[in-house]
């Protein structure tokens, strides 16, 4: 998981690697899709996980048609449901604990 989120890419390269241009990457960095880390001289830098981020968006516009409105809504909605499951995965886990603990001393 390290690899994925370490800042390794300025934006000409991860560009390259979308295939789109420098302008567009700062154009999602503006409206808040992507958060690329900064060096110390204030350079963007493209993790993996910041490159599939944008590569979803490139998908849901060019390969579906959702407008840019409509991407963000469907990130944030991702974003939640993400939460929403590790948060039951949370309770599950409880549940079970505290049933094995009951069973332990019952």
Do not use: C, F
């Not at 302008?23 to 958060?35: A, M, P, Q, W």
């Not at 963000?72 to 974003?79: A, H, T, Y």
């Amino acid at each position: 998981m390290e690899r994925d989120t370490q800042p390794r890419y300025v934006i000409s390269i991860a560009a390259e690697m979308l295939g789109t241009q420098t302008y567009t990457l700062r154009y999602y960095e503006k409206i808040g899709i992507v958060n690329p880390a900064r060096s110390k001289g204030n350079i963007r830098l493209y993790s993996d996980l910041d490159l599939e981020a944008i590569k979803r968006v490139m998908t849901l516009m060019d390969e579906l048609g959702v407008n840019l409105a409509g991407v963000e809504v469907i990130l944030r909605m991702s974003q939640q449901i993400a939460q929403l499951q590790k948060t039951a995965e949370e309770l599950e886990k409880e549940v079970i604990r505290l049933r094995k603990e009951r069973n332990e001393t019952g």
